[in-house]
């Protein structure tokens, strides 16, 4: 088993719509959580870090992190066809003798005009 | 500002030749990270350094891949002996501190083993 585990889509909505992205994970030593964008043929982007559990939101897109079900998500509101990418989710441990990230597969977003 | 850069954006060899990758982190990033990004996959992890140094080397796959830092600015990872399975993206990220919130990605060098 995948210590982090992301659905790898692809997901097709329309545009304005309301996206949510998932992933789940088995490692509870995770503190970071991450939402990464990327488009085809390029290096990932980084959108959102949140720290332990919360909310964070900016422009449109909102992260939730839920340590006690092990499950992240983001949101996308008012979707665009420029949001069409590959969205990863990232974690990693506190900061210490590695910063690796851990990288869920990625899902891919199409938004259709 | 110039974000990360990396060389060549496109490799072919050929199966048992030596290539080397090279990357240049944003001016004045201490920590360099190196991971690898198999089609369909997320990246994963290889190497990262903090200054000169490799601080953790746990996600190199096998003694063919060495990666070095020697200023601590510019890095070449590099792969003797390529096999087929080292066909991926290699991708570069910097952060100007240690830390994984704060990694800003490179374009990646697409390599092609033949």
């Known amino acids: 088993q995948k210590e982090v585990e992301q659905d790898p889509g692809p997901l097709s909505v329309p545009e304005g719509a309301i996206v949510s992205l998932n992933c789940t994970y088995s490692?509870?030593?995770?503190?970071?959580f991450m939402w990464y964008r990327q488009y085809s043929r390029k290096g990932p982007e980084l959108l959102m870090y949140t720290y332990s559990s919360g909310n964070k939101e900016d422009g449109r897109f909102t992260a939730q992190v839920d340590k006690s079900s092990k499950y992240i998500s983001l949101f996308i509101r008012d979707s665009q066809p420029s949001d069409s990418a590959t969205y990863l989710c990232?974690?990693?441990?506190?900061?210490?003798?590695?910063?690796?990230?851990?990288f869920g597969t990625g899902t891919l977003l199409a938004v259709q005009p | 500002g110039a974000g990360v850069s990396q060389t060549p954006s496109n490799k072919v060899t050929e199966k048992g030749k030596y290539v080397e990758l090279r990357c240049d982190p944003i001016s004045g990033h201490t920590a360099l990270y190196w991971y690898r990004q198999s089609l369909g996959q997320g990246p994963e992890f290889l190497i990262y350094f903090q200054g000169t140094g490799a601080a953790d080397d746990s996600g190199l796959p096998n003694d063919r891949f060495f990666a070095v830092r020697p200023e601590g600015s510019v890095s070449t990872l590099k792969i003797q002996r390529t096999e087929r399975g080292d066909s991926a993206v290699y991708l570069c990220?910097?952060?100007?501190?240690?830390?994984?919130?704060?990694?800003?990605f490179g374009p990646g060098t697409r390599l092609t083993v033949l």
């Open positions: 490692n509870s030593a995770f503190q970071y």
């Open positions: 990220a910097s952060s100007q501190k240690p830390g994984p919130d704060t990694q800003y």
């Open positions: 990232a974690m990693s441990y506190s900061p210490g003798a590695t910063n690796k990230l851990i």
